[in-house]
């Protein structure tokens, strides 16, 4: 069997000598493993990184085997932002979790465009942070759990919303989720459908955080006895510092 798609390396691991195991996020075919051979000789190296993209073709003699991939490379997002550690964070936690959060072999090509979007993104813009947290959300309406920030659960109202119930997903305005102030989720501005300002805070992009990586764990990982990836915790721990240094800090620029 065999076919030929665009590809965003997901992760790799060494295979042998100069081989690795590589998984790829494709338009067509989902996620999908495969051994690259020469994956580490001079002439390959550094095509084989997270974020990259690349001309797959996947050769194997059954569907169920492992296969192997052939990988021409098209776009090195990595090497662009090597040099900035929040930017890396987010490129290794955004690829990490995508191979994690879905099962093999189904195609996601939506997914696989907001991902290609916020790779571009990482290169150009200093709004790439908020667009992390929508990228997770995406994650998790493409595996069956979206968060609905539309209107309020209980009142139906579409101002004012505050919280997120823990239990439905769905928003909550703070009138009616002022009592159960303790049990709720804060709901991030930036978040909701017609948020308009330039400037998101980085306590606000981890109340974001907070809010994804509470669904993302309960709701998606843990009962498949998976973590969220380390990169996340190393994008936190950069957001904090952060916040920190330069809690109303003029807005990053672009680099």
């Excluded at 930036?190 to 309960?218: C, D, M, S, W």
Aim: proline content about 5%; aromatic content about 8%.
């Amino acid at each position: 069997m065999q076919w030929t798609d665009t590809a965003i390396i997901l992760s790799s691991r060494k295979f042998g000598e100069t081989s690795a195991v590589a998984h790829v996020l494709t338009y067509n075919h989902g996620v999908h493993g495969g051994i690259v051979k020469g994956a580490f000789a001079k002439s390959n190296r550094g095509i084989i990184q997270p974020g990259n993209v690349v001309n797959a073709t996947w050769n194997a003699r059954l569907s169920e085997q492992l296969g192997t991939l052939k990988c021409e490379l098209q776009t090195a997002h990595a090497a662009h932002i090597m040099h900035d550690a929040g930017r890396l964070a987010a490129l290794t936690s955004a690829c990490s979790l995508i191979e994690q959060a879905l099962p093999e072999r189904h195609p996601y090509p939506h997914l696989h465009r907001v991902l290609l979007e916020f790779l571009t993104l990482l290169q150009s813009s200093g709004h790439w942070q908020e667009a992390y947290v929508h990228l997770e959300i995406e994650v998790l309406a493409e595996a069956g759990f979206g968060l609905d920030t539309t209107e309020c659960a209980a009142t139906g109202r579409t101002d004012d919303l505050v919280y997120v119930s823990p239990k439905s997903g769905r928003a909550v305005c703070r009138e009616a989720g002022f009592p159960y102030h303790g049990k709720m989720l804060p709901l991030p501005e930036f978040l909701l459908p017609h948020y308009k300002k330039n400037r998101v805070e980085p306590a606000e992009i981890l109340a974001g955080l907070q809010l994804t990586g509470y669904f993302l764990e309960n709701w998606l990982l843990t009962p498949h006895n998976r973590k969220l990836p380390a990169a996340r915790a190393r994008l936190a721990q950069w957001l904090e510092r952060k916040e920190m240094k330069e809690p109303h800090g003029t807005e990053e620029t672009a680099t």
